[in-house]
């Protein structure tokens, strides 16, 4: 199961729309892991001021790797964490987490080039054959 859903939350999805802000507050709740790799890299994106930053650290577990791997592949996660956050997340492999700012100069042809079929060749490694 991906999310830990209060009853709350279940009997307002089965009314009708959700919002963004109670959905959020699911994924960070039942994620934890993946709201701490996608907070930080995006806290370093605006720190940096170059409109990029991403996240090298392997996740320390299996359960951990499951969270990024289940809020990154969700359509309606991703999505609702970028609305969220003002970005755009890019994913690769196993744990390669990278959020832009397609606003500040250069940011969008740096996603472009991060999420090209050639980065994600050279961003392969024999430690990453089972992510």
């Known amino acids: 199961m991906s999310l830990t859903v209060d009853d709350r939350l279940l009997e307002k999805a089965m009314r009708g729309e959700v919002d ?3 959905f959020v ?7 934890p892991y993946a709201w701490e790799v996608i907070s930080g890299v995006v806290a370093r994106m605006r720190d940096g ?4 930053a991403d996240n090298r650290t392997p996740p320390p577990d299996e ?3 499951g969270q990024l791997l289940r809020v990154l592949a969700s359509d309606a996660m991703r999505g609702a964490l970028e609305r969220h956050f003002g970005v755009r997340l890019a994913f690769q492999n196993c744990h390669r987490v990278a959020a832009f700012d397609l606003t500040t100069d250069g940011a969008a042809a740096r996603y472009e ?3 090209s ?5 050279l961003n392969q490694s024999p430690d990453l054959v089972d992510c």
Do not use: E
């Open 20 to 22: 963004d802000a109670s």
């Open 25 to 31: 507050a699911c994924v960070r709740d039942s994620l």
């Open 49 to 52: 001021g170059a409109g990029f």
């Open 63 to 65: 359960r951990a790797r």
């Open 113 to 115: 080039r991060f999420v």
């Open 117 to 121: 079929p050639r980065a994600q060749l």
